[in-house]
DNA sequence: CTCAAATGTTTGAGCGCTCAAACCGTAACG
DNA sequence: CGTTACGGTTTGAGCGCTCAAACATTTGAG
């Protein structure tokens, strides 16, 4: 507990009767050093409290070993918590790793953005970032990929495979499936969606979600799948899903796009219920909200895929110029408890 | 867009015709520089797309330029969301202050915490910590008032003044106040408070939610305050709240400690009501919950903590020696939209 | 006209590490 | 018994910056 000096590679070396290159070999190549030497040098390392100057290495190394993440403006009401969750498993995987997790705020807009990523590299802060809520109009994929900045988006390249790059994203398909799957199960025989406006149009998140639940539902045989749109609103999706229930063929069971949604759906249908059984909803992302409201939901494994995004990383630090990847990783369900 | 060898101090230097020393004064101390130069230099600056090196920075001065803050292993239920915007507060503040924000995540036990602590610093990965979600036996503070790491706490000391730090803290009796306040102003009288176990007992941010509450109510001089005690768990609110309800002097609001409180609350008070009016229940963290349920909930000023957090350690850098401070910010009513 | 004090700029050294190349014994080979 | 080879180790140089001190140049007072 001394307040001495810092012990560095030479004063190490010093202790240990070496010179600084082997106890820095101890260290990043312990095979280039004798069985012998290396006890006594890790001895004098354990001693000194020695620990590797970080500037130092990145200095020398001209890597920052970090990565860089974007700390959200605000999250947007209901879902966004999953942000961190991420942020942990990032954290977490990229201790294993040796790298570290740098956060920039988000700024105004995608141009500020990239301005700040630029200067998070050039300036040896960052080696590489991760990108989150991508969409199939964002600039950030091809503006990275054009300057050469590695990254690893969370979130498919929707729409742009002509440019491909590395990233992880979670099967939404699957998690609808799931959702009419579990639903069926129960026995419920008319599922409807309730998804944004546009899905089905583009590849999209949407699409996905939505198309995961037409499969499901037209695989069971079941009867022509209704469904209904709205905005990411709870009082929007509320109104729809009113509309939507209130029809002739009114659906037994809604699985929803997200939790807001669901949110919106699960108002509507005790609403119409008047008492009786209300439509089962199912939301996407499992958020406290569905938790609280007892519904069922799909939960995103968000640890994995952050576990995923800095494999994902450190493999193309390896080797720069492997052709990009793209991982998709399976959701569960969540049962309320 | 060329892919140069990036430009250093001495390129530009050189470019401008000036030795190194002066462009990094340009950069540190315009003001030892003459106009004229500095005008050259900047211009050699611009025209090379000079960007300082970081590591070489942090190499030279000794200082990180960085603080470290805990990524939470996992959002404990519906509050949590909290930090996203806490991370993003810290990570804006930290940009107008050249302090950039590194994640660490949470580990298992408390020790190992401040081992990864004691490493970021000694590393020179980071300057100093802002603590998260401090309590009363939190073993941290001492800790690294203890080892001479900077830190600052967002949370106050409870009941160890003895040990002063930095801390930032959100007035939670202010905030209870706030609450009751609304309700005196809608109307109701009798107006109980749902807290956590122990709270009132010692120093903690139960006790002084609590408080608040207490102390607007007796000051309003309405009749005998009623209260409740729940772990934080909607279940257990609920059956608390409704035990609460069915006795003769049944309250006709409830202010609660948390929003996770809010919602057991506000289902024994719906479920009480029997199709009258409930009682009105006021949540604490205006989370996406309280805001589904159409509940009026506490904000705490997220944005405005980290922001003093970052000046309190800005601060600290400058004057290592000044005594600890703390600062207390009001929170707000959020009204459901 | 001289000298000292400003003012502006440059030089030298060093932060703590890693790379590449040089070095040194000793074992293996012809 | 000289030569090559090789595991193990050291040396030199340099990453890009900032500090402190040294150095010019100008200015104002005596």
Redesign the interface.
């Known amino acids: 507990?001394a307040?001495h000096e810092?012990a560095t590679l030479d004063s190490v070396a010093a202790r240990a009767g070496v010179s600084r290159q082997t106890v820095s070999n101890v260290l990043r190549h312990p095979a280039r050093v004798a069985e012998a030497t290396r006890e006594r040098v890790l001895a004098a390392i354990r001693e000194s409290g020695y620990?590797?100057?970080?500037?130092?290495r990145?200095?020398a190394t001209r890597r920052?070993h970090?990565i860089a993440v974007r700390?959200?403006?605000?999250?947007d009401?209901?879902s966004?918590?999953v942000?961190?969750?991420f942020?942990?498993g990032?954290?977490?995987a990229?201790?294993d790793n040796g790298l570290?997790?740098?956060?920039?705020?988000?700024p105004a807009d995608e141009a500020a953005e990239l301005e700040?990523i630029d200067?998070l590299v050039?300036?040896?802060?960052a080696d590489a970032v991760v990108l989150t809520a991508t969409s199939a109009d964002d600039q950030r994929p091809a503006y990275l990929s054009g300057?050469?900045t590695t990254f690893c988006a969370f979130g498919r390249p929707w729409g742009h495979d002509d440019e491909p790059h590395d990233w992880v994203d979670v099967d939404g398909a699957r998690g609808t499936g799931l959702a009419v799957q579990h639903l069926l199960d129960l026995g419920r025989r008319s599922i409807a969606y309730l998804g944004w406006p546009g899905d089905g149009a583009e590849p999209s998140t949407g699409s996905d979600r939505r198309r995961g639940w037409l499969e499901t539902v037209e695989a069971a045989g079941l009867g022509a799948p209704v469904e209904a749109r709205s905005l990411n609103d709870?009082a929007a999706a509320e109104a729809a899903v009113a509309s939507l229930l209130s029809g002739a063929d009114a659906p037994d069971a809604i699985v929803c796009a997200s939790d807001t949604l669901a949110?919106g759906a699960h108002r509507a249908a005790v609403a119409a219920a008047g008492g009786g059984t209300p439509a089962t909803v199912v939301g996407f992302d499992a958020?406290?909200?569905a938790?609280?409201?007892g519904l069922v939901s799909v939960a995103q494994p968000i640890d994995q895929a952050a576990h995923l995004c800095i494999d994902l990383l450190t493999g193309r630090f390896e080797t720069p110029d492997r052709p990009a990847r793209g991982v998709l990783v399976p959701p569960v369900l969540h049962l309320p408890a």
């Open positions: 507990m307040a810092p620990r590797p100057s970080l500037p130092a990145q200095l920052a970090a700390a959200e403006r605000q999250q009401g209901i966004g918590l942000l961190d969750a942020y942990h990032l954290a977490e990229g201790q570290r997790v740098v956060l920039y705020a988000q700040i200067d050039q300036t040896g802060a300057s050469g709870a949110l958020t406290p909200v938790a609280a409201l």
